[in-house]
């Protein structure tokens, strides 16, 4: 798992998804380069492995180490449990949130986790969509889509620069700083706009 976690890290495709613990830092990826509305995805962990681990109770009937480790502490990316229940040859649909054991500098800036698609097949809305049955049938809400107007956009990422979540401190390379700079301009641009047609108006009824 930790060597899948560094191909995902470098760009890489595999079977995880980039995900982040903070609302944050997930609201400046969704924003950033938006042209139209978007959206979080908010993720109840708990509530996502609860269902994983009812999909393997009906899924999974031998008593190897590996799937007890799993079945009891919910860790799929444990040593062995990872490369048994994920890699092997039995494939079935489910999303896993999963976590490596050492962090890259990046990651650790973007407060970074990973969702695990178990069946490589088909694809991640199709994975998601067994644990989605296993919720229904359990009363869970393990997700929650939340919608951002676009026209909220250049606001929203005013306040995250003040907060300090931007290009140069999410992506700490000279390619984080130099996208940081151009958001810079566009963002005080917007801002002598504003002022200038503040003045104008003041100018225009006095």
């Keep these: 798992f930790q060597i899948i976690a560094m191909m995902q890290h470098h760009g890489a495709p595999t079977r995880l998804l980039d995900f982040t613990t903070s609302p944050y830092v997930a609201s400046f990826f969704a924003i950033d380069q938006s042209t139209e509305y978007c959206a979080l995805y908010a993720i109840n962990y708990i509530e996502l492995i609860s269902c994983t681990r009812k999909l393997f109770q009906s899924k999974w009937d031998d008593n190897s180490d590996e799937v007890n480790g799993y079945k009891y502490s919910g860790n799929m990316s444990a040593n062995g449990v990872f490369d048994k229940l ?22 650790i800036k973007q407060q970074g986790v990973f969702l695990c698609q178990g069946d490589i097949n088909v694809n991640f809305e199709t994975n998601l969509q067994s644990n989605h049955l296993i919720a229904l049938q359990e009363k869970l809400l393990p997700m929650y889509k939340i919608k951002i107007p676009v026209e909220w956009r250049m606001e929203i990422l005013k306040d995250l620069d003040r907060m300090n979540i931007k290009n140069a401190t999410l992506f700490p390379e000279l390619e984080g700083f130099f996208k940081s700079l151009k958001n810079s301009f566009d963002l005080s641009a917007i801002d002598r706009i504003k002022y200038m047609t503040e003045d104008y108006f003041k100018d225009n009824e006095s």
């Design 86 to 107: 994920i890699l092997g040859e039995r494939q079935f649909s489910f999303v896993e949130l999963v976590q490596p054991f050492s962090f890259f500098e990046r990651l």
